[in-house]
C-alpha cells in the first residue's frame, strides 16, 4: 500500500510543476479544482468545467469496538465536471487491507462507486448552493474476506453549501438504499454531514466536520467527527491532513486521513 500511495505522489509531480505557470481564475468563474475530500459532505458546486480532477489518499481507522483491529484503504476519486451544472463521478477504496482480531490480514479490492452531481441551484449572496446526486456502488470487493458487502447500493444526496468571506459550510442529507442481507432486497437509512471550513491564510486552512448514519440490517448507528489541516499548493493542488474519531458507542474509535487533491487538466482547453 506504501509502495502504491509514493507511486501516485510521483506522478502527480509533473502536474504540480506545470501548474506553476498557469494564470489565475477569474472572479466569476468556479475555482480550477474544488476539493471534496477528506470529509463525508461533498459541496454543492465544483470545479471549472472540462477539469478532470485527481483525489488519493490514505485512510486507516483504529481500536474499532467491532470486529476489527485495523482497517485501511487508498481511496480514490475522479471528478469530471461536464458542465457548471454537470457533475460525474468514479470513486474506489482499492487497495484495501482488514486486520481481523487473532486472525490474518486479508488485501485486496475494495467496493467502487459511480455517481452523478446535478446543480438546481447557484450559490448566490442571498441563498446557498443547492445540488442533487446520485451515486451506485457497485460490490467490486470479495465479501467472503471482509473487503466488501457482495451488494448493490443506492445512494441519495442533498447538497447545500453557503461562503461567507473565508468561512465556508457544506451540508449533505443521504438517503441510502442498501443491499438487504435478509428477505428483503433493500434496506433504507439515513445519514447526514455538515462540514465547515474555514480559510485561515491564502494557502492554509481548516475543516471540521460532524457526520453520522442511522441502524441498518448490518450495522448500529455511529456518529463521527473529523478535524483536518489543508494546506494549497497552488490552484491545481491542495494537500489535506487530519484525525478522525468516533462519538459514540459503536463508531470506530480513532482514524487518520491524509491525501491530495489535484486538477490533472481541462479537457475543453485547446493546448497548442
Not at 477528506?38 to 481500536?63: D, K, M, R
Not at 433504507?188 to 474555514?198: E, F, N, R, Y
Not at 484525525?243 to 487533491?261: C, E, L
Amino acid at each position: 500500500m506504501s509502495r502504491i500511495i509514493l507511486l501516485i505522489i510521483f506522478a502527480c509531480v509533473p502536474i504540480l510543476v506545470n501548474a506553476q505557470t498557469t494564470s489565475p481564475t477569474p472572479d466569476d468563474e468556479p475555482d480550477f479544482i474544488v476539493p471534496a475530500r477528506p470529509t463525508v459532505s461533498n459541496p454543492a458546486q465544483f470545479q471549472q468545467p472540462g477539469v478532470l480532477q485527481l483525489e488519493v489518499g490514505y485512510s486507516a481507522n483504529f481500536i474499532s469496538r467491532g470486529n476489527f483491529n485495523v482497517q485501511q484503504d487508498v481511496p480514490l476519486a475522479l471528478r469530471f465536471a461536464v458542465s457548471k451544472r454537470i457533475l460525474i463521478e468514479l470513486d474506489s477504496d482499492s487497495p484495501y487491507s482488514l486486520k481481523i482480531p487473532f486472525g490474518r490480514t486479508q488485501n485486496g479490492l475494495g467496493d467502487t462507486q459511480l455517481g452523478i452531481q446535478a446543480v438546481l441551484l447557484k450559490e448566490k449572496e442571498s441563498r446557498p448552493g443547492i445540488a442533487f446526486a446520485y451515486y451506485v456502488k457497485l460490490p467490486t470487493g470479495d465479501k467472503k474476506r471482509g473487503l466488501g458487502t457482495g451488494r448493490v447500493d443506492h445512494i441519495f444526496l442533498g447538497l447545500f453549501s453557503k461562503t461567507v468571506k473565508r468561512t465556508t459550510v457544506d451540508f449533505n442529507g443521504i438517503y441510502l438504499l442498501a443491499g438487504d442481507t435478509g428477505d428483503r432486497k433493500h434496506s433504507p437509512s439515513g445519514q447526514v454531514a455538515l462540514a465547515v471550513t474555514q480559510n485561515l491564510t491564502k494557502r492554509f486552512g481548516v475543516q471540521g466536520e460532524v457526520s453520522g448514519y442511522g441502524r441498518s440490517d448490518r450495522q448500529p448507528g455511529a456518529i463521527f467527527g473529523l478535524g483536518v489541516v489543508t494546506y494549497q499548493i497552488n490552484r491545481r493542488a491542495v494537500l489535506d491532513g487530519g484525525i478522525r474519531f468516533g462519538m459514540t458507542q459503536f463508531a470506530q474509535r480513532a482514524g487518520i486521513v491524509a491525501g491530495i487533491t489535484v486538477g490533472i487538466a481541462n479537457l475543453y482547453k485547446k493546448h497548442h
